[in-house]
T-cell receptor, first 111, second 113 residues
Framework: DGGITQSPKYLFRKEGQNVTLSCEQNLNHDAMYWYRQDPGQGLRLIYY???????QKGDIAEGYSVSREKKESFPLTVTSAQKNPTAFYLCASRTGGMELFFGEGSRLTVL | AQSVTQLDSQVPVFEEAPVELRCNYSSSVSVYLFWYVQYPNQGLQLLLK??????LVESINGFEAEFNKSQTSFHLRKPSVHISDTAEYFCAAFYNQGGKLIFGQGTELSVKP
């Protein structure tokens, strides 16, 4: 089945550690997105990529990094510079019709 | 600046009652509008979308939304809700300029028996 796979679903990290969240899609979509979700704040855009080997910062890119070496993959690294990384992270890809398809999310908890 | 505002953070309602979840977006020449639904600890699922054409759009489970350009609104309605409609609902706008989908803050719909 076509879709978006995020892993891991749950992740625990110690302060000062970098962690990478995986996002893979087999929908043949060009554009991919990373959002962060916190209670009462909706979804905030971290990074997005409209084509392979190119990406742009979203509204809250500080403390995060991404790469887009393959069309299918858009991993997100949460670095130690991110002051408050505990959150629910959502990856999505976009059709030509502007609709976003979302993965099931990854919940990161910093201990 | 491009923005989407959902006017209610929580909407409690009794089963079989009607409901309206309000959404306003910042005006733009070219904008596409969406409603997504999220169940606990899951990703978002598309509920319905307005791209062009008829201003009233419907979902398969009885929700509808009306695009109102003069009021820059895209309110979501359902004439009779079920317990299973309990979830968080997000309004979103895609602006061609920038290629970004911008979300509102979300409305938590709680349907009580």
């Amino acid at each position: 089945d076509g879709g978006i796979t995020q892993s891991p679903k749950y992740l625990f990290r110690k302060e000062g550690q970098n962690v990478t969240l995986s996002c893979e899609q087999n929908l043949n979509h060009d554009a991919m997105y990373w959002y962060r979700q916190d209670p009462g704040q909706g979804l905030r855009l971290i990074y997005y990529s409209q084509i392979v080997n190119d990406f742009q910062k979203g509204d809250i890119a500080e403390g995060y990094s991404v790469s887009r070496e393959k069309k299918e993959s858009f991993p997100l690294t949460v670095t130690s510079a991110q002051k408050n990384p505990t959150a629910f992270y959502l990856c999505a890809s976009r059709t030509g019709g502007m609709e976003l398809f979302f993965g099931e999310g990854s919940r990161l908890t910093v201990l | 600046a491009q923005s989407v505002t959902q006017l209610d953070s929580q909407v409690p309602v009794f089963e079989e009652a009607p409901v309206e979840l309000r959404c306003n977006y910042s005006s733009s020449v070219s904008v596409y509008l969406f409603w997504y639904v999220q169940y606990p600890n899951q990703g978002l699922q598309l509920l319905l979308k307005y791209l062009s054409g008829s201003t009233l759009v419907e979902s398969i489970n009885g929700f509808e939304a009306e695009f109102n350009k003069s009021q820059t609104s895209f309110h979501l309605r359902k004439p009779s809700v079920h317990i299973s409609d309990t979830a968080e609902y997000f309004c979103a706008a895609f602006y061609n300029q920038g290629g970004k989908l911008i979300f509102g803050q979300g409305t938590e719909l709680s349907v009580k028996p």
